[in-house]
């Protein structure tokens, strides 16, 4: 079954996507979201895993393995978080080599600090280090092949159909 895994920086619409076909397709898909799991302060990251990155990164290798036996049940799964491409494919290596593909979702930075500032009403979130982010995502998608889908332009209905069409492959 397909393991379709929505990445990207805050404020780019997976959440959105995935909460979309999760009302009209619950029945048909199984939709995960990284931040289930609950994120500790960045304290508490570092004090258990080092860094901010590190606890990503368990974390991401843990989903992976649950993504794993979700679909061994033949069921499609649509997850969606921020990580890394990196950490995706290790958690993949290490469940067995889980077939999963990636999509960077991604939207220009006028349209992200809009929907956080104005949308989410987070626009502390609307700053240097998430448009960094933001960039450093797209660079790594766009080196490594990634499907990147840009929804500056696109209604909510549009970007639901082509993660859905993804997901009935």
Sequence with gaps: MAVIILIGASGSGKTTIANA????????FAILH?????????????????????WQRARTIEWMAKLAEIAAQGRAVLFEGQTRL????????????LLYAPILVDCDDQTRISRLSNDRKQAELANAAMMNWAKWLRRSATEQGCEILDTSALTLEEGVACVRE???A
Excluded: C
């Design 34 to 54: 990284f931040d289930q799991i609950g994120v500790p302060s960045v304290e508490q990251m570092i004090a258990e895993y080092g860094s901010g990155e590190g």
């Design 166 to 168: 993804r997901l009935r």
């Design 21 to 28: 076909i999760r009302s009209r397709h619950s029945d048909e």
């Design 86 to 97: 990196s950490f995706l494919a290790e958690g993949a290596a290490l469940a067995g080599g």
